[in-house]
């Protein structure tokens, strides 16, 4: 029989974030990457979105390792979820394999997982899978492309990449290693889709430490830098340019000292002498020779930069002369949240340096020219974009049409889809399990919709609790008792309550008294009378909860 390999999406296909693809080969099966994605709005109180693993789980005789391209959340966050129920290997760099341990360790996984590490140019071999690790850059160090070898051909994944000739590390993405696997003839090119909407080539590193350079050499306060505690580089230009400019650095956020101590103690993080100190002793020093380097770049609510801008941070005050720059991308979806804490730092009198007013940041993503290179450098048979919503997986599409991939060898896939190689042809095949699983707390998979819709009605339109007390006969003995939340307050709608109340003492009244006293039915009866008053008064469907009692 002639050898058949599938590449199966669970993440990562149709959203940003949730990375995980599976790749299957006989009774050997991989992942690439294992990542979580942060809620939007409509999962109200929910912590983490993870990969439905039921398919990876059904073959878990099969499995035999998840091989990480790089340490971002959106790839690394969900192996906790997945390791308790299947403690496979894990690969990857020693940066990435660092955060894992820190996040294993929240989760009591540290002393029993089993972190192999690669480097650039590695290969191990995998049941009947062969994986090279290729070196990349990307918005944090230690990134890698991977070049799996299967029955059928080489499967290149690049993971998250640009093409930087100039990183601060000096050390580019691997042309080479690409040029030479498209010699020798690639199956199927996945390639990262994220910037596939920005023109020409995405700028350096080197680029935005120039110009974070200039606005040190400029600044006559004190200096507030907001970035990812992940981005290495970007943290290694502001201790250079702090140590260039006389300055001293605090670390504000758990994150952010957390990934300091680790990169430097691997040596990809070069950290100046004396140029760290402690909050406390920063405040001792005039304003022109302080910088605070914080978290909080995407404004979210309970970091460190977002309680600046409300003045509820223990330690600093934001004044007038003082500089913050967030050097740093919006994610989609947090435009409003930045806006918020950017106003807020605006009004306590800051000068405020972020995406759409200054060149502060430069992309960890490949745009359209460093894609099209990409393609140049591997020449596939087959392409499959990833990493992106459905515009940017279609767009990548169509610029890989464009650069002279016949349609018919592009496959544009969602999670859920399959695609099954033989040496010969390529077809897409589908029906397997991709859902969203939700993290609410320690419950992992247990908030379904009916919650979630609760969740949204309550945060819309209120609770209503009406509780009644009955003898065994099923005779009215005390209430009823009417609390409200988020519908009205209680106190100045005496009148509306009261009406309430009335409502319904005549809807039990109307009840048969011969009938034999049924909680349920009594309840229900209830909730339809306060529904059905409230949406005739008011248009509203507050949620109604009602408690039945027996004396």
């Known amino acids: 029989m002639e050898p058949v390999v599938r590449l199966i999406p669970l993440g990562g296909l149709g959203e940003i974030g949730l990375n995980m693809m599976l790749i299957e080969s006989g009774e050997d099966l991989i992942a690439v990457d294992c990542g979580l994605m942060f809620p939007d709005d409509e999962l109200p109180g929910i912590d983490y979105v993870i990969p439905d693993f039921s398919y990876a789980l059904g073959r878990r005789e099969a499995f035999r390792a998840v091989v990480l391209t790089h340490g971002h959340e959106d790839h690394i966050g969900a192996l906790p979820y997945l390791l308790r129920d299947l403690p496979v290997p894990v690969y990857g760099t020693p940066l990435t394999l660092a955060l894992v341990a820190e996040r294993l360790r929240e989760h009591g996984l540290a002393e029993t997982a089993d972190l192999r590490v690669i480097r650039p140019r590695d290969r191990v071999t995998v049941g009947s899978l062969g994986v090279e690790a290729i070196r990349v850059t990307h918005s944090i160090v230690d990134g890698i492309g991977l070049a799996i070898d299967t029955p059928v051909g080489t499967i290149v994944h690049t993971g998250d990449f640009k093409l930087d000739p100039s990183p601060l590390d000096g050390e580019p993405s691997d042309y080479r290693r690409f040029a030479e696997l498209g010699e020798q003839g690639v199956m199927v090119l996945c390639s990262d889709s994220t910037?596939?909407?920005?023109?020409?080539?995405?700028?350096?590193?080197?680029?935005?430490?120039?110009?974070?350079?200039?606005?040190?050499?400029?600044?006559?306060?004190?200096?507030?830098?907001?970035?990812?505690?992940?981005?290495?580089?970007?943290?290694?230009?502001?201790?250079?340019?702090?140590?260039?400019?006389?300055?001293?650095?605090?670390?504000?956020?758990?994150?952010?000292?957390?990934?300091?101590?680790?990169?430097?103690?691997?040596?990809?993080?070069?950290?100046?002498?004396?140029?760290?100190?402690?909050?406390?002793?920063?405040?001792?020093?005039?304003?022109?020779?302080?910088?605070?380097?914080?978290t909080g770049s995407q404004g979210e609510p309970h970091s460190a930069l977002s309680l600046m801008a409300t003045e509820e941070h223990k330690y600093v005050r934001i004044e007038r002369g003082d500089l913050v720059i967030i050097s740093a991308r919006v994610i989609p979806g947090n435009e409003r949240t930045i806006g918020r804490v950017v106003n807020a730092l605006y009004r306590l009198g800051a000068e405020v340096l972020y995406e759409d007013n200054a060149f502060v940041h430069v992309s960890g993503h490949a745009s359209q020219e460093d894609l099209k290179e990409m393609l140049s450098l591997t020449r596939p048979r087959y392409f499959i974009p990833v990493h992106g919503e459905y515009r940017h997986l279609l767009g990548h599409a169509r610029l890989a049409q464009s650069a002279g991939i016949a349609p018919e060898r592009v496959f544009l896939m969602e999670d859920g889809m399959g695609l099954e190689l033989t040496p010969f042809d390529a077809r897409v095949v589908g029906g397997f399990p991709a859902g969203r699983v939700l993290v609410d707390g320690k419950s992992v998979g247990e908030i379904g919709a009916v919650v979630l819709r609760d969740r949204q009605l309550l945060a819309e339109d209120g609770l209503i609790a009406v509780s009644v007390a009955f003898d065994k006969s099923g005779v009215v003995v005390g209430g009823p008792e009417i609390a409200s939340r988020g519908f009205v307050y209680v106190k100045e709608n005496e009148l509306l309550i009261e009406e309430l109340k009335k409502a319904v003492l005549a809807a039990l009244a109307e009840r048969d008294p011969d009938a034999p006293f049924d909680r349920e039915l009594v309840g229900a009866t209830m909730r339809s009378t306060i529904r059905h008053f409230v949406n005739q008064r008011f248009r509203r469907k507050p949620v109604v909860l009602p408690i039945v009692l027996e004396v």
């Open 195 to 294: 910037n596939v909407d920005r023109p020409g080539h995405t700028r350096s590193e080197m680029d935005v430490g120039q110009a974070l350079g200039a606005r040190f050499d400029a600044a006559t306060g004190r200096i507030i830098v907001a970035t990812f505690a992940s981005h290495i580089h970007r943290i290694q230009h502001v201790l250079t340019l702090a140590a260039r400019t006389g300055r001293r650095v605090a670390l504000l956020g758990m994150s952010m000292q957390r990934n300091v101590t680790i990169a430097a103690g691997l040596g990809y993080l070069r950290v100046p002498e004396n140029v760290l100190v402690e909050l406390e002793d920063l405040g001792e020093l005039p304003a022109d020779r302080q910088v605070i380097l914080s």
